[in-house]
């Protein structure tokens, strides 16, 4: 659930900021060569600065919905994805291992880091120390051996 936002009531000009992007991310989708993107995505803002102006909010709702809907119904069938996104080939790709892993090198390869794995057990006593101090020592009872 770390990927969905919590929007909650979203004002009406979100919504419109929102479309704008999402129908400038699909022209990305179907023009990979710049300068023409570039021409669409200018024809685009110009449809919405043409209804920037209106005050109306049952009619900008309404334009808001059809705006909607022409972007579902022109949305490409292959939609270009940030590589590490959501949905990106590289999404995830990158696993960051935990600190315990260094608990179980073979002695033979502590030894090529020598200063590093003696500040590294130096900081895990601080650690255990300071854990002690916060929340005190454990009770032998309750390890369940």
């Known amino acids: 659930m ?17 479309l704008y992007k999402r129908t400038l991310r699909n022209l990305e989708s179907f023009y990979d060569v710049r300068h023409v993107y570039r021409y669409q995505a200018v024809l685009m803002r110009a449809r919405f600065d043409k209804n920037a102006k209106i005050h109306d ?7 808001l919905k059809e705006g909607e809907e022409e972007l579902f119904l022109n949305q490409h069938p292959i939609p270009r994805k940030f590589a590490t996104s959501v949905g990106g ?16 090198w073979h002695p033979l390869e502590k030894a090529m880091y020598p200063e590093y794995f003696k500040r590294r057990e130096q900081r895990k006593k601080e650690f255990v120390a300071m854990w002690e ?5 454990p009770n032998p009872k309750d390890s369940h051996h």
């Open 2 to 18: 770390a990927n969905v936002p919590f929007i909650g009531l979203r004002t009406h000009s979100q919504k419109v900021c929102s």
């Open 57 to 63: 909010m049952s009619k900008a709702a309404e334009l």
């Open 89 to 104: 080939v590289a999404h995830e790709r990158v696993v960051l291992s935990p600190d315990w892993v260094l608990d179980y």
């Open 133 to 137: 101090k916060e929340y005190g020592k």
